[in-house]
């Protein structure tokens, strides 16, 4: 049975950092490609990352590119989110996903449940400014 479950998420100033995790079990880990994806309220779901199986080439959404760095430790079975430079736009709930691979349309919401078959439960981000 396949688990995914987010963590590290909380309080953070605009400006600052959290670092999120994803540990996925039930599965090889290596075989896989993991995403991010993140929901704020009435918005779509959108895509963070999605980071390729093996070779770990990570793709960024246009919003987190040069902010936020995705790492993967495949011995561990755990994806990780750094987030620097926060912005109030960024709080939303956090979500890892399983996938066979990284497409062009990984990031399209119609399709991202179709792209990745595993989802966490999701852990919250919020800014105190």
């Known amino acids: 049975q396949v688990q995914v479950v987010e963590s590290g998420g909380g309080l953070v100033q605009a400006g600052g950092s959290l670092r999120l995790s994803c540990t996925a079990s039930g599965l090889t880990f290596d075989d896989y490609a993991m995403g991010w994806f993140r929901q704020a309220p009435g918005k779509e779901r959108e895509g963070v990352s999605c980071?390729?199986?093996?070779?770990?080439?990570?793709y960024y959404g246009n919003s987190v590119k040069g902010r936020f760095t995705v790492s993967r430790d495949n011995t561990n079975n755990t994806l990780f989110l750094q987030m620097n430079s926060l912005k109030p736009e960024d709080t939303a709930i956090y979500y890892c996903?399983?996938?066979?691979?990284?497409?062009?349309?990984?990031?399209?919401?119609?399709?991202?449940?179709?792209?990745?078959?595993?989802w966490g439960q999701g852990t919250q981000v919020t800014d105190s400014s």
């Open positions: 996903a399983v996938g066979s691979d990284c497409p062009p349309s990984w990031w399209v919401p119609s399709l991202q449940n179709f792209n990745f078959d595993y």
């Open positions: 980071t390729t199986r093996r070779s770990g080439i990570t």
